[in-house]
């Protein structure tokens, strides 16, 4: 019998969104297409300049942390410290982090424990072009959230399911965008087997690269283990065109940073910031708001899950379905979702939110659904009622798809809309 059981803990970095950078007025703007726009003597660390902290960053974590169930502020106070390190795109040579003393400890997600989250700055960014590598400062203290959770995954999808039911969170909250093939999201994994030897798993960018190179590290751990071979601490990359991880280097403990206390930034205290007036920001959460549209609406998991991906979207949808409940006493939310989630809600979003000359909102959103339901008992009956039209649109005959519709306008006195009806129709005939 195999008793050998998957150990995985995640370190995500999150670029947070703000106005301005971590430590300096420059502006934060991941979509800056020109290398060194954004920059000053601070963010490139001139010698001389002093950094000061960015509040909205701080609360910010705070606010994800109070999400997440975690204690923020856990000793009454929180300070920043320097992480000694050298990377060609660390402009000071070293990285102002937190390291004994976090904005936020503990907290869950999906039955995984939150071990701690912490506020710092982001390096960098290099450039390899033509046998040279450039440095672009343009991403250099810009405020990073990194989240750190407990080894309590146990699979390659608990882990992806855990990224993204975090990205949602985040983008409900605001925090980030989270948008991972812009970096603004970033996942490291830490991989074991029976808790033994762990290897940290570097530049994923997906959820699917989450997966798979989890997957590969517990063949790869689980090979060595059968051959008698030692795992080794170390660092490795996932290389997605190959589907493997590649050695990059020996992982460093705490100690090697030679962590010390940040001497040009004052200590943080839980005083400084309205944490009630932080908590009452938080609105109701993607799994708050899955498990309510379930039991109200009678939505399936899976349906429930893509309505409320998007915060704007899931609000769209609630507005609509107050809307309906005003039209229709028994109103159809199944028929509401089956518009939502549809090609027509896709036409709409594409045509600037218009379809057949509605500016799309909640209110005719509703009424079209409404019109919908009353157009498709309509449609049912006339396409009884005509049986040669039935046939004659088989053949190939579309004029009949006309003769339909006309019939159907005729027993809805006018009211129904053409456009919509012979949608209904096509998909009736089909």
Known sequence: ??????????????ELKTRTKMFCDCVNDPDETHPNANVCPVCTGHPGTLPTINKKAVELVLQLGLALGGTVFPKGRSKFDRKNYFYPDLPKGYQISQYDEPLVLGGSLNGIRITRIHLEEDAGSLMHEAGNSLVDFNRASTPLMEIVTEPDIRSAKEAAA???????????????????????MRLEANISINMGTKVEVKNINSFKAVHDAIEYEYKRHSAALDSGETIIQETRGWNAEKGITVSQR??????????????????????????EALKATIPELPH?????????????EVDAYVVTEDRAAAEFFEESASELKELD??????????????????????DGMQFTGLKLTPANFASLVA????????????????PKALEDYKKGKLESLHFLVGKAMKELKGTGNPALLREIFEKLLK
Request: aromatic share 12%.
């Open 1 to 14: 019998m195999d008793t050998r059981q998957l150990t995985v803990g995640l370190e995500i970095h999150v």
């Open 329 to 350: 006493t028994t109103p159809n939310y199944g028929l509401l979702l089956n518009y939502f989630t549809s090609d027509l809600w896709g036409m709409m979003k594409k």
């Open 288 to 300: 708050e708001k899955r498990a309510r549209f379930i039991n109200e609406y009678g939505m399936k």
């Open 250 to 275: 020996t992982k460093e403990d705490a100690h090697d940073y030679r962590y010390f206390p940040e001497p040009d930034l004052p200590p943080m205290y839980a005083d400084a910031f309205d944490l």
């Open 371 to 386: 019109m919908a339901a009353k157009g498709e008992e309509t449609a049912k009956k006339i396409i009884e009622e005509n």
């Open 162 to 184: 855990f990224g993204e039911e975090l990205r949602r969170i985040l983008r409900y909250l605001g925090t980030s965008d989270a948008d991972m093939e812009k970096g603004l």
